[in-house]
């Protein structure tokens, strides 16, 4: 049963529980509203609901990522200007957190590159923040 909060849900389900007439039996019926998209086909008594975000996503590889997280609270310092494409290998010091007058260094948990840089030299951390994106090899 659908979330009666959910007009999505209850379009889908509007779509699904349509009543056609004698004759229609392979009959497709597409949605497109507000960035969303749905595809209802109904074969005989059965019916069948396709969205393209679905589709899309059962279809392209999923990349392995690894978030790089802060240590501790502080100020980071980039060991160098990282950008997208970059390449790291295990153990690289990508920066520096420092901290209190000590500073934690940063590494690279994996070989990879950099997919994403979350936090720019000089901003201030929290523990557990995301600073950059690795994609695995």
């Known amino acids: 049963m659908s979330d009666p909060n959910d007009p999505l849900l209850g379009l889908v389900d509007d779509l699904l529980h349509l009543e056609l007439p ?3 039996a392979g009959v497709t019926i597409e949605v497109e509203a507000d960035g ?7 074969q005989g008594q059965t019916a069948r ?14 990349e392995k990522t690894q978030r790089v997280h802060a ?5 980071f310092s ?3 200007e ?3 494409g970059d390449s790291v290998a295990r ?4 920066g520096g957190i420092q901290s209190l007058g000590h500073v934690a260094e940063i590494s690279a948990p994996a070989d990879g590159e950099i997919r994403e840089v979350l936090v720019a030299g000089g901003a201030p951390v929290e523990y557990g923040q995301a600073l950059f994106v690795i994609a695995l090899r």
Request: aromatic share 6%; hydrophobic share 50%.
């Open 82 to 84: 990282w950008s997208t």
């Open 91 to 94: 153990g690289d010091v990508l």
């Open 22 to 24: 004698g004759g229609l």
């Open 36 to 42: 969303f998209a749905v595809s209802v086909s109904r």
């Open 49 to 62: 609901v396709t969205t393209p975000a679905a589709a899309a996503r059962e279809e392209a590889p999923v």
């Open 78 to 80: 980039a060991a160098r």
């Open 71 to 75: 240590t501790t609270v502080g100020m």
